[in-house]
Each structure stands twice: as structure tokens, then as C-alpha cells.
């Protein structure tokens, strides 16, 4: 069936070091793309979005990669911080769908000091 | 400005029981939403108002109906709770279609 999903269910970086969060999509019909970042016990807090008729978008200490050739998405967090320490989902939305987001199973980001 | 808000944070229900759970934005959105997450999963969208006076089912509707009371508050009921339905609810709000959705807190339900 149809899904997004993650390649690493935890990633354990060091801090100062560069992250990076894999998503993979099934539906090429899917035309937008956000990274949400859910802290324990809160809601999930948008981070980046990217629409497919772009490949690459950067915000503050983020960048999200789009590869619609091979249905991939990315997250890179530059010099990560302990407080990005939290789950990282990707989630899309297909065309013609509304604003139905499909969320992936998240991965779990670890800051070591 | 407050955001999402939802209530109650915490129930705990039992089998068979009802109850409702409220959401309201105060961003002048016209969508809202309504998702659960399980334990180690992704969220899942239950139901959905692109509008005020619309309601559409998500993915996962069964269970569930809900009532966009008007352009701030979009509630979920739940007229027989069934333990498969233990999970945390989150309502979220967007501008309109392909605009980032806000989260509110979350409440977490239990069924016994």
C-alpha cells in the first residue's frame, strides 16, 4: 500500500555535529512535503515544508532535500543542538487530496553531549 | 494569541461511555483536523473540516463523529468508547490547502 516512511527509527549524533533525517514516499502523486519535530508530551511543531515543484529549501539550521525521482525526502539539521532532541516525522500531501497530511512513523533524533 | 487549544488534557473512560473532545483556534483558519497517535506511530487523521460547515472523513473515521461548531471550534465525539480508541488526540488548524498545520497539546485518552 501507500506510505511514507522512515529509514532509521533513532539517530544518535553528537552535539556540533550535522543530523540527518531520512523519509521515503510511495505516492508520486504527492506534492507537498513538511517536517514536523514532536517533543515529549507536546504536539507536533512544524520545522520546514517544500512543495515538488522545488528540490531543496533551507530555513534556520535546516534544509530539506526533495528527489522525486526516487521518492526521498530529507532533513538536515546543521550543528545540532540538545534541544533538537525530539521525534522528527516527515509527512506528505497528495494532490487533489485536500490538506490530508500522511505522516511517516517518525524517527527519533538523540543529542549527545 | 493562544493557537490550538484543546480539552480535556487527560480522561480516562469506561467501556461503552461517551464524551467529546473540544478544540478551538483563535488564527482565523478555515481548516481543522483531527488525529490520533499510538504509541511508536505517526499520526493518523481521523476527520477533517476544509471549511466551516464541511466535514470529511480521514483515514481512520470509524468510531468517531464530529461537528465543526463554527470557524474557531471543531469537536470529536466519541458515542461508545471501545479500549482500541485509547490514544492521544491532537486538533490542528491551517490557513487553508498546503499551509503548515498547527498542533494543539494533545489530550490522551484512555478506555478501560
Known amino acids: 500500500g501507500e506510505s511514507v516512511g522512515l529509514h532509521l527509527p533513532t539517530l544518535s549524533v553528537q552535539e556540533g555535529d550535522n543530523s540527518i533525517i531520512n523519509c521515503a514516499y510511495s505516492?508520486?502523486?504527492?506534492?507537498?512535503f513538511i517536517w514536523y519535530k514532536q517533543e515529549s508530551g507536546k504536539g507536533p511543531q512544524f520545522i520546514i515544508d517544500?512543495?515538488?515543484?522545488?528540490d531543496k529549501r533551507q530555513g534556520q539550521r535546516v534544509t530539506v532535500l526533495l528527489n522525486k525521482t526516487v521518492k526521498h525526502l530529507s532533513l538536515q539539521i546543521a550543528a545540532t543542538q540538545p534541544g533538537d532532541s525530539a521525534v522528527y516525522f516527515c509527512?506528505?500531501?497528495?494532490?487533489?487530496?485536500?490538506?490530508?497530511?500522511?505522516f511517516g512513523t517518525g524517527t527519533q533524533l538523540k543529542v549527545e553531549l | 494569541n493562544a493557537g490550538v487549544t484543546q480539552t480535556p488534557k487527560f480522561q480516562v473512560l469506561k467501556t461503552g461511555q461517551s464524551m467529546t473532545l473540544q478544540c478551538a483556534q483563535d488564527?482565523?483558519?478555515?481548516?481543522m483536523y483531527w488525529y490520533r497517535q499510538d504509541p511508536g506511530m505517526g499520526l493518523r487523521l481521523i476527520y477533517y473540516?476544509?471549511?466551516?460547515?464541511?466535514?470529511d472523513k480521514g483515514e481512520v473515521p470509524n468510531g468517531y463523529n464530529v461537528s465543526r461548531l463554527n470557524k474557531r471550534e471543531f469537536s470529536l465525539r466519541l458515542e461508545s468508547a471501545a479500549p482500541s480508541q485509547t490514544s492521544v488526540y491532537f486538533c490542528?488548524?491551517?490557513?487553508?490547502?498546503?499551509?503548515?498545520?498547527?498542533f494543539g497539546p494533545g489530550t490522551r485518552l484512555t478506555v478501560l
Open positions: 473540516s476544509a471549511s466551516e460547515g464541511t466535514t
Open positions: 488564527m482565523n483558519h478555515n481548516s
Open positions: 490542528a488548524s491551517s490557513a487553508n490547502t498546503y499551509n503548515e498545520q498547527f
Open positions: 505516492n508520486s502523486a504527492s506534492d507537498y
Open positions: 517544500i512543495r515538488s515543484n522545488m
Open positions: 509527512a506528505e500531501n497528495r494532490a487533489g487530496g485536500g490538506n490530508k497530511l500522511t
